[in-house]
């Protein structure tokens, strides 16, 4: 079980990490340059373009960076793919990861939440499954998950949210534990 949940850390290591690229570099235009529909920002200041960006190269340097360590340390999940099959999976893990992101934006701005405002669940689930909803239609995504790590991950990801904030709380790098 351990086993199977740090493989699914690892795989999702592409999709976990593009929002934390986007809070460290992230900044500038807003990605709806300020327009709403109904009077409401569309995905509000919280979401730059810079930071999208930022986001989905960071991923993929994240899983480059994964396929090296897999090398030097001799076991196989990412490396199992070709190249080219493992950077179109990663690119879109992680460019999917920040559409889900931008989608969990939209949703919290039509529902009347602002910029920054935690919605529990949506926060922590709206990037991920978007995410799988895109990325699962290449080959290479189910020569690497099956429907068991896809329904664990969706399972396990708020706890380790959670888990992850609150060590960082913990460790003084965040003002509040979520
Ligand atoms: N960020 C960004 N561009 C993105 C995503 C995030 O610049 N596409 C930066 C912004 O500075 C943002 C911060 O990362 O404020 C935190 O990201 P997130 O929690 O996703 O956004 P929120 O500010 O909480 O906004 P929202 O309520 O829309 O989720
Ligand atoms: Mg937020």
Do not use: C
């Given at each position: 079980m351990?086993?199977?949940?740090?493989?699914?850390?690892?795989l999702?290591?592409?999709?976990?990490t593009p929002?934390?690229?986007?809070?460290?570099?992230?900044?500038?235009?807003?990605?709806d340059?300020g327009?709403?529909?109904?009077?409401?920002?569309i995905?509000?200041?919280?979401?730059t373009?810079?930071?999208f960006?930022?986001?989905?190269?960071?991923?993929?340097f994240?899983?480059?960076?994964?396929?090296?360590?897999?090398?030097?340390?001799?076991?196989?999940l990412?490396?199992?793919?070709?190249y080219?099959d493992?950077?179109?999976?990663?690119?879109l893990?992680?460019?999917s990861?920040?559409?889900?992101?931008?989608?969990g934006?939209?949703v919290?701005?039509?529902?009347?939440?602002?910029?920054?405002?935690?919605?529990?669940i949506?926060?922590?689930?709206?990037f991920l499954i978007i995410?799988f909803?895109?990325s699962?239609?290449?080959k290479?995504?189910?020569?690497?998950?099956?429907?068991?790590?896809?329904?664990?991950?969706?399972l396990?990801t708020?706890?380790?949210?959670?888990?992850?904030n609150?060590?960082?709380?913990?460790?003084?790098?965040?003002?509040?534990?979520w």
């Amino acid at each position: 079980m351990i086993d199977l949940i740090l493989t699914l850390i690892w795989l999702l290591l592409p999709v976990y990490t593009p929002n934390n690229f986007a809070v460290l570099l992230g900044g500038g235009k807003p990605i709806d340059l300020g327009k709403s529909i109904f009077g409401k920002r569309i995905f509000g200041d919280g979401k730059t373009i810079r930071g999208f960006v930022a986001g989905v190269v960071g991923g993929i340097f994240v899983a480059n960076f994964q396929l090296v360590v897999e090398k030097s340390f001799n076991f196989k999940l990412f490396s199992r793919l070709s190249y080219t099959d493992f950077f179109i999976l990663t690119f879109l893990l992680s460019f999917s990861s920040m559409l889900g992101d931008l989608f969990g934006s939209f949703v919290k701005r039509r529902t009347g939440f602002e910029r920054g405002k935690p919605f529990p669940i949506l926060d922590q689930l709206s990037f991920l499954i978007i995410s799988f909803l895109i990325s699962s239609q290449t080959k290479a995504f189910w020569l690497l998950f099956d429907l068991e790590k896809v329904f664990l991950a969706i399972l396990i990801t708020p706890f380790l949210h959670l888990f992850v904030n609150v060590l960082a709380y913990k460790l003084r790098l965040k003002d509040v534990p979520w």
